[in-house]
Structure formats: structure tokens, C-alpha cells
């Protein structure tokens, strides 16, 4: 099972910053890396899919980036509404993975 | 718009049983791949089992098999997971989804429902 290690866990920062959230697989997922976010009480929501892909709907703010091992979510500008939990996962191994999440809150 | 709408949670002892059904709407789930996901409150994300449309292949994840059964009743475009020998760790809300278009049966979650709590406790 490949095991995915997300960091920081809590990234304090404000609206307008640029964020920068990483994922690191234990062995190469190739680009089969999806990024999720979810707010509370809401399910998970796909905001990137095989590493820099947007979902349908999803604001340019975000993009993905990387490939092997190590993977990068970034939000270019903090909006609001993107205080939440985001979790990386992998899908080149069965089962998928989910990393632990990074929680960017507000500072 | 594809909706998935969950229920069947509850407060449930170990050792018992419980079984989540998950109705479709804005599609028809005959050709399509439906998956289970579990989230304990607060943590993170585990898949659980999928379901094929063509096929009716299954897969579980090691810590449910033997114990968890997932089925689907194209009729009433329901899918349902039938959960036997229920521990305390299993306790989460479980989540039914289905894969991005395009991306059958890949493990890529676009389509989520709202999800429903299993408790199991003494």
C-alpha cells in the first residue's frame, strides 16, 4: 500500500497569501495524484486530478504540479471560502490512498 | 446532476450488523463503478470497497473483507453495503461515490454524497 504524507498539517495564513501544500508518496505514483478539499460537515470535493488537472468548475486559483513522489497543490490567492482541509491521493496502486490532510485555517 | 444520497447509519454494538444504502439519481448506475469511502470524524480519508457495472466485479479494502459486502439493485439504482462483525474502528461516516466521467473504475471520487455516520459502541 503506498502511503502518502502530507505537510504542513496546519498552514496559518490569510486571505490573498499564496498557499503552498505538499504531498509525498512512498514509492512513485507517476502523475495518478488527485487533490481533494473538503469544508466541515461537506464531503471531500476533487479539486485536481492526475497532478495539475483542474476538476470542472474549479477556480484557476488552484493548480497542481509534480510527478514520482513529491507533489504540490498551490492557491495562488487566498479566498475565503478556501479555509478548509485539502488531502492528496494516489490512485496508481489498488487501493487508493489518502494522505492525512493539511488544514489551512486562518491566522 | 448526479446525486448520491446515503442512509442506513446509526448506533449500532460490536458485533452487529448494519446495512447502508446509497440511491443514484441523474444517471442510470447499470454501467458504472461505485465505490464506499470511510472518514472517522475529524480524520482522514480510507476507500473501503467498489462495485463494477459490467462485470459486478468487487473489491474491499483488507481491513473489512471478510466482514463488509457491497451489492448494487440496478432496478431501484441503489447501491448498499451489507456490514457484519461491526468493531469499534469502524465507526466513521461513510461516504458512496462514483468516479470522475471518463475515468471508470480509476479511483478518481468526483461524485460524493453527503454521507452517514456508523457509531459502533458498547
Known amino acids: 500500500e503506498i502511503v502518502l504524507t502530507q505537510s504542513p498539517a496546519t498552514l496559518s495564513l490569510s486571505p490573498g497569501e499564496r498557499a503552498t501544500l505538499s504531498c509525498r508518496a512512498s514509492?512513485?505514483?507517476?502523475?495518478?495524484l488527485a487533490w481533494y478539499q473538503q469544508k466541515p460537515g461537506q464531503a471531500p470535493r476533487l479539486l485536481i486530478y492526475?497532478?495539475?488537472n483542474r476538476a470542472t468548475g474549479i477556480p484557476a486559483r488552484f493548480s497542481g504540479s509534480g510527478s514520482g513522489t513529491d507533489f504540490t497543490l498551490t492557491i495562488s490567492s487566498l479566498d475565503p471560502e478556501d479555509f478548509a482541509v485539502y488531502f492528496c491521493?494516489?490512485?496508481?496502486?489498488?487501493?487508493?490512498?489518502f494522505g492525512p490532510g493539511t488544514k489551512v485555517d486562518f491566522k | 446532476e448526479v446525486q448520491l444520497v446515503e442512509s442506513g447509519g446509526g448506533m449500532i454494538q460490536p458485533g452487529g450488523s448494519l446495512r447502508l444504502s446509497c440511491v443514484a439519481s441523474?444517471?442510470?448506475?447499470?454501467?458504472?463503478?461505485f465505490h464506499w469511502i470511510r472518514q472517522v470524524p475529524g480524520k482522514g480519508l480510507e476507500w473501503v470497497s467498489l462495485i463494477t457495472g459490467v462485470g459486478v466485479y468487487t473489491s474491499y479494502a483488507d481491513s473489512v473483507k471478510g466482514r463488509f459486502t457491497i451489492s448494487r439493485d440496478n432496478s431501484q439504482n441503489s447501491l448498499y453495503l451489507q456490514m457484519n462483525s461491526l468493531r469499534s474502528e469502524d465507526t466513521a461516516f461513510y461516504y458512496c461515490?462514483?468516479?470522475?466521467?471518463?475515468?471508470?473504475?480509476?479511483?478518481?471520487?468526483?461524485?460524493w454524497g453527503q454521507g452517514t455516520l456508523v457509531t459502533v459502541s458498547s
Open positions: 514509492q512513485t505514483v507517476s502523475s495518478y
Open positions: 492526475d497532478a495539475s
Open positions: 441523474g444517471l442510470m448506475i447499470d454501467d458504472y463503478t
Open positions: 491521493q494516489q490512485r496508481t496502486n489498488w487501493p487508493p490512498t
Open positions: 461515490a462514483k468516479d470522475l466521467d471518463g475515468y471508470d473504475n480509476g479511483g478518481l471520487f468526483k461524485y
